[in-house]
């Protein structure tokens, strides 16, 4: 199966199957490893939190474990197909694998000389092999991110486009994939009669009526598409904090001379579109891009000044706020463009996500301390959002 020699390339094995040891050779050396660990459970756990040098001595010694009878050979795959999916979760291709290989060697002994020549042969056993980094190697598929507050990286899916991390409740990606699987928001009539009934308020010179009218629109869209929202609005304080940000924004933008002006142009090369059978000419869209991409850095330095981004309820960085942003744009033009063209505007976007798969983590239920609705935490959580109040709750409430 391709996904077992994937699993063993990636470890640097060498071989293409399980090594089977003499039984008695093989049971003195897990004992070795299993020194301090006590069982082998134990110790499959506790080398999975390691690096690329510890999945590799797992793989070694689930083969001897399997040698000396201490497993099955189904298991045995299962837990080196786990330390498999930790190494692709950690790295983006065969190359940068590679090159934590060779760090971690260095970290255990002086053998880089050793450590480059194995990342270069695995690199060339994968290629042979015709496995592509990104092979599925089972389990769920989701959002690659690391957290910027602890450090903890993703590690199933989450609920809505908008990934929390599992350990400590921070913002820390955006899914697009799932986003463009629920479709563009659509608001319904309710929204476009609260637009039509704001009409004045929108059209003010007056900076205060302005912004007024854009928190009712957008506390709307709430209302009307919550799954187009992070999955926090559903905490009142949150989604106050949420509406005020978002409506703050277009205030801002809708007030600079600049960006109306950037706005117009942008306006104008809407017309100037090109469609050929049923796609937009790339040139004509390129054009749209840069007017796009023109007003959207304007409206990045009226954030900036204004302190828009600081406002941000769930404390995103400026490069996520920003990708948040492009998001309906993308969504609204991919379905129209090429595949070179619409990896174009991905890479624009900075929506060209990285996804990995792997099996559901081990969870234990906690009770909300707000609403004590049961959740579903990882093992290492410490505080996350519960899905059914949307507000932070510290994992430690065990039910």
Same mark, same amino acid.
């Given at each position: ?6 699993? #063993? ?15 008695? +050779? ?6 070795? %490893? ?17 690096? &690329? ?5 797992? @793989?070694? =010694?689930? +083969? ?50 050793? $450590?480059? $020549? ?6 060339? &056993? ?7 980094? +990104? ?6 598929? !989701? #959002?690659? *991110? ?7 990286? =993703?590690?199933?899916? /989450?609920? =809505? ?28 009539? *309710? %929204? ?35 799954? &187009? ?10 989604? /106050?904090?949420?509406? *005020? %940000? ?22 104008? @090369? ?14 004509? !869209? ?6 796009? !991409? ?48 619409? *990896?174009?505007?991905? /890479? ?14 081990? @969870? ?9 609705? @049961? ?17 932070? =709750?510290?994992? &430690?409430?065990?039910?």
């Amino acid at each position: 199966m391709r996904e077992r020699r994937w699993a #063993l390339i990636a470890a640097f094995h060498g071989g293409a199957e399980l090594v089977r040891r003499p039984r008695r +050779e093989a049971e003195g050396r897990v004992g070795e %490893y299993l020194r301090g660990a006590g069982r082998l459970e134990a110790y499959v756990e506790e080398q999975l939190r390691g690096r &690329a040098w510890e999945i590799r001595q797992l @793989t070694v =010694t689930i +083969e001897d474990a399997l040698s000396a009878g201490m497993v099955e050979e189904e298991e045995a795959w299962e837990i080196i197909l786990r330390g498999a999916r930790v190494n692709q979760a950690r790295s983006r291709s065969w190359e940068e694998h590679g090159e934590v290989w060779i760090a971690d060697i260095e970290g255990v002994s002086d053998g880089r000389a050793s $450590g480059v $020549g194995e990342a270069r042969d695995m690199v060339a &056993a994968a290629e042979a092999a015709g496995l592509p980094w +990104e092979l599925d190697l089972g389990g769920r598929r !989701f #959002l690659r *991110a690391t957290c910027p507050v602890c450090g903890a990286p =993703t590690c199933r899916p /989450a609920p =809505t486009a908008f990934v929390d991390c599992d350990v400590c409740a921070a913002l820390v990606g955006y899914d697009f994939e799932r986003a463009r699987a629920a479709g563009l928001p659509q608001p319904g009539p *309710a %929204y476009e009669a609260l637009r039509a009934e704001l009409a004045p308020l929108l059209a003010s010179s007056a900076i205060h009526d302005y912004r007024r009218a854009q928190v009712q629109l957008y506390d709307a869209f709430v209302e009307a598409c919550p799954a &187009a929202c992070p999955i926090r609005v559903r905490d009142p304080d949150y989604r /106050a904090r949420h509406v *005020a %940000y978002l409506a703050e924004g277009a205030t801002r933008s809708a007030f600079d001379r600049r960006a109306r002006e950037l706005e117009g142009a942008m306006n104008a @090369t809407v017309a100037a579109l090109v469609f050929e059978h049923g796609r937009c000419r790339p040139d004509t !869209f390129r054009a749209l891009c840069d007017a796009v !991409f023109a007003l959207e850095a304007r409206r990045d330095e009226l954030h900036v000044e204004h302190g828009v981004y600081a406002m941000h309820p769930g404390g995103a960085s400026r490069d996520l706020q920003r990708a948040i942003g492009n998001s309906l744009f993308a969504q609204g033009w991919l379905p129209y463009l090429d595949d070179a063209t619409g *990896a174009e505007l991905l /890479a624009r976007t900075g929506l060209a996500l990285a996804y990995c798969t792997a099996p559901p983590p081990p @969870t234990r239920a906690i009770a909300c301390e707000h609403c004590d609705a @049961t959740v579903d935490v990882v093992a290492a959580a410490r505080r996350v959002v519960c899905t059914c109040c949307g507000r932070i =709750t510290a994992a &430690a409430a065990a039910t």
